[in-house]
Protein backbone atom coordinates (compact mmCIF):
# COMPACT_ATOMS: atom_id res chain seq x y z
CA UNK A 1 0.00 0.00 0.00
CA UNK A 2 1.73 3.10 -0.80
CA UNK A 3 2.15 6.24 1.49
CA UNK A 4 -0.85 8.51 2.03
CA UNK A 5 -0.53 11.76 0.09
CA UNK A 6 0.11 15.23 2.18
CA UNK A 7 -0.55 17.41 -0.64
CA UNK A 8 -1.24 18.04 -4.14
CA UNK A 9 -0.12 20.76 -6.02
CA UNK A 10 -2.76 21.06 -8.91
CA UNK A 11 -2.09 23.29 -11.80
CA UNK A 12 1.43 24.23 -11.91
CA UNK A 13 4.03 25.02 -14.41
CA UNK A 14 6.63 21.90 -13.70
CA UNK A 15 10.54 22.53 -14.85
CA UNK A 16 12.54 20.06 -15.60
CA UNK A 17 16.24 20.16 -15.17
CA UNK A 18 16.43 18.88 -18.52
CA UNK A 19 14.20 22.56 -19.51
CA UNK A 20 11.30 20.69 -20.45
CA UNK A 21 8.36 22.81 -19.19
CA UNK A 22 4.79 21.30 -19.34
CA UNK A 23 1.40 22.10 -16.92
CA UNK A 24 0.29 18.99 -14.43
CA UNK A 25 0.02 18.40 -10.46
CA UNK A 26 2.28 17.45 -7.97
CA UNK A 27 1.44 14.85 -5.09
CA UNK A 28 3.89 15.08 -2.12
CA UNK A 29 3.74 12.13 0.66
CA UNK A 30 6.45 13.01 4.05
CA UNK A 31 8.19 16.02 2.20
CA UNK A 32 8.98 14.27 -0.95
CA UNK A 33 7.53 13.81 -4.22
CA UNK A 34 4.93 11.09 -4.69
CA UNK A 35 3.91 11.77 -7.98
CA UNK A 36 3.80 13.85 -10.99
CA UNK A 37 1.11 14.04 -13.67
CA UNK A 38 -0.66 15.83 -16.28
CA UNK A 39 -3.91 15.40 -13.69
CA UNK A 40 -3.68 13.09 -10.40
CA UNK A 41 -7.25 12.53 -9.44
CA UNK A 42 -7.12 11.56 -5.66
CA UNK A 43 -7.75 13.45 -2.68
CA UNK A 44 -5.17 14.46 -0.40
CA UNK A 45 -4.97 16.41 3.06
CA UNK A 46 -4.30 18.92 1.35
CA UNK A 47 -4.53 20.51 -2.41
CA UNK A 48 -3.52 23.92 -3.36
CA UNK A 49 -4.42 25.56 -7.32
CA UNK A 50 -0.26 25.99 -8.51
CA UNK A 51 -1.45 28.65 -11.25
CA UNK A 52 0.86 30.37 -11.61
CA UNK A 53 3.85 28.95 -10.12
CA UNK A 54 6.80 27.13 -11.23
CA UNK A 55 7.68 23.82 -9.54
CA UNK A 56 11.37 22.59 -10.15
CA UNK A 57 11.56 19.04 -9.32
CA UNK A 58 15.46 17.85 -8.77
CA UNK A 59 16.66 21.59 -8.45
CA UNK A 60 18.93 22.13 -5.69
CA UNK A 61 20.68 25.36 -4.88
CA UNK A 62 21.73 27.00 -1.95
CA UNK A 63 20.36 30.35 -2.87
CA UNK A 64 16.77 28.71 -3.47
CA UNK A 65 16.63 26.58 -0.01
CA UNK A 66 16.59 29.12 2.45
CA UNK A 67 13.54 30.53 1.19
CA UNK A 68 11.65 26.76 0.34
CA UNK A 69 10.95 25.40 3.62
CA UNK A 70 7.45 24.81 3.58
CA UNK A 71 4.13 25.34 1.58
CA UNK A 72 0.80 25.80 3.88
CA UNK A 73 2.83 24.37 6.69
CA UNK A 74 4.30 20.93 4.55
CA UNK A 75 8.04 20.83 4.31
CA UNK A 76 9.03 19.71 0.86
CA UNK A 77 11.89 18.72 -1.46
CA UNK A 78 10.31 21.18 -4.08
CA UNK A 79 11.41 25.07 -5.22
CA UNK A 80 8.69 27.74 -6.47
CA UNK A 81 9.58 30.27 -8.50
Known sequence: MSEPTDLI???????????H??????AIAQGNR??????IDRHASEEINGKG???LPGVSSPL???YV?????????????
Not at 21 to 26: F, H, I, N, R
Open 9 to 19: IHHAEILYPDG
Open 21 to 26: LEKGDV
Open 34 to 39: QEIASE
Open 53 to 55: LTL
Open 64 to 66: LDP
Open 69 to 81: ATINGFHINFHLV
